[in-house]
């Protein structure tokens, strides 16, 4: 199957690739084209900008989370959903070739980028550089030849004199150049201490911004030579991925199935997995809605900041990431939803939280009231970010996941879940058993998470298509939930 796509790339973090792409993703559509838009790694901000560049949901790609082997039937998946693109582009991650910390280049920008067989634009800050560049393109172009650098596109040009400096570089090495960007300070999207601030939580801003950068990258590259080398790139020999295969799919390795379904709701209606979202929580990946859906739930959309009641028919809670802290005032000013929710979790109906959603259901945040489900655990911020690739065991039977379950994950955050006094760091409390385990850096054991009734809690963020069978065991635990009569009077 044949989708034109190119691959944004740099040789360090900060060159200016989330900018470019989405200014190329709204440039490309203001020309009428469908845009697929797809970020490497397991970044969940820049995709939201991306989204509202293209118009259409914006996809990660990720092998440390999915798998190798499923990395060109998502790309494709998302390149024909909801029709078919014009035009994908990928925007990388951190520096061309920096991936796992212990694995040399797995999950890095050329992995993908050589995994879909992808032409690669290498965007440059020239800011301080002048005919050096070429030894740095050239390095790049040369370090893996498996990796194919298609052009280059120069960032922060101060001048024409410069831009031609660059230019002249470039012709003696060979390499073409996709165009020339100058200093536009009035270029700026707002950062705090986990990266950009989401594009939901800035909403016209976040707009402008892309407007700006459209007309930016509109007239600063030169977008038929960038979809000339787009349709460069071959077919994949590949089927898009399915949820309804991958719903159904058992884990590796093999675990206990998940827990058998009961009866129908009222009317014989799908059970209904109440998502949180709202700017207190943009963190999720696209495919989870969808593996919900393709599992046989009813998937309804909530604002924990606003809504003061879950939607209505709610079987189970997915309460993904973001910046509870941030919102904290207007969560713990929703008492209404708040009780509504520990009382839905006291039911043991299936609540699945993943870092933020653990924040919210903890008994304090920064001093703010939360759902207190999780008994006296409390939330703060700290200095210290937690930042990296996780390789778990489930420890606990739950909702999500057999104990011995295999699963990867990351971590990203500055929060810390403190246990009741007396407890260990992490540890859980009384009637509530850890989610995770892994081995840390220094190969020394972590228990992570909350496993409480039917309540999953963790820090550990995982990308449900890669791990099988998640969504049907999910779904299965609110069909048992749909039937109780407890939950319905809890919503």
Partial sequence: MRIPRIVLAAPASGAGKTSIATGLLAALRARGLAVSPHKVGPDYIDPGYHAL???????????????????????????????????????????????????????????????????????????????????????????????????????????????????????????PVLGILGRRDSLVTPSRHLGLVPAAERAAPARAAVAELADAVGAGLDLDALLALAATAPDLPAEPWDPRADAAEVPEPAVPAPPAAGPPGPCGRSPVVAVAGGPAFTFGYAETPELLAAAGAEVARFDPTVDEALPDGTSALVIGGGFPQVHAGALAANAALRARVRAFAATGAPVAAECAGLLYL??????????????????????????????????????????????????????????????????????????WTWRDAAGDEVTEGFVRGGIHASYLHTHWAGLPGTAARFVAAAHAAQANGAVRAAG
């Fill in 362 to 435: 903890s008994r304090a945040l920064d001093g703010e009231p939360m759902c207190g489900v999780l008994g006296d655990v409390t939330a703060a911020m700290t200095p210290r970010l937690t930042l990296g690739y996780r390789e778990a065991v489930a420890v606990t039977d739950s909702v999500l996941a057999a104990r011995g379950t295999l699963a990867r994950g990351h971590e990203f955050h500055r929060t810390v879940a403190i246990p009741p006094a007396g407890g260990a760091a992490g540890g859980p409390p009384r009637g509530t058993a850890p989610a």
């Fill in 53 to 175: 560049a293209a118009g259409r949901t914006g996809r990660n790609l990720d092998p440390w989370l999915v798998g190798e082997r499923r990395i060109m039937p998502l790309f494709l998946h998302g390149a024909l959903t909801p029709r078919r693109a014009d035009v994908a582009v990928i925007e990388g991650v951190m520096g061309l070739f920096d991936g796992h910390a212990t694995r040399a280049g797995f999950g890095s920008t050329a992995h993908v980028a050589t995994l879909l067989a992808a032409p690669v634009v290498l965007v440059v800050d020239a800011r301080s550089a002048g005919r050096s560049v070429a030894a740095t393109v050239h390095g790049f172009r040369s370090f893996d030849q498996a990796v194919r650098i298609g052009g280059v596109v120069f960032n922060q040009v101060g001048t024409e004199r410069h831009a031609e400096i660059l230019r002249a570089a470039m012709a003696e090495i060979g390499m």
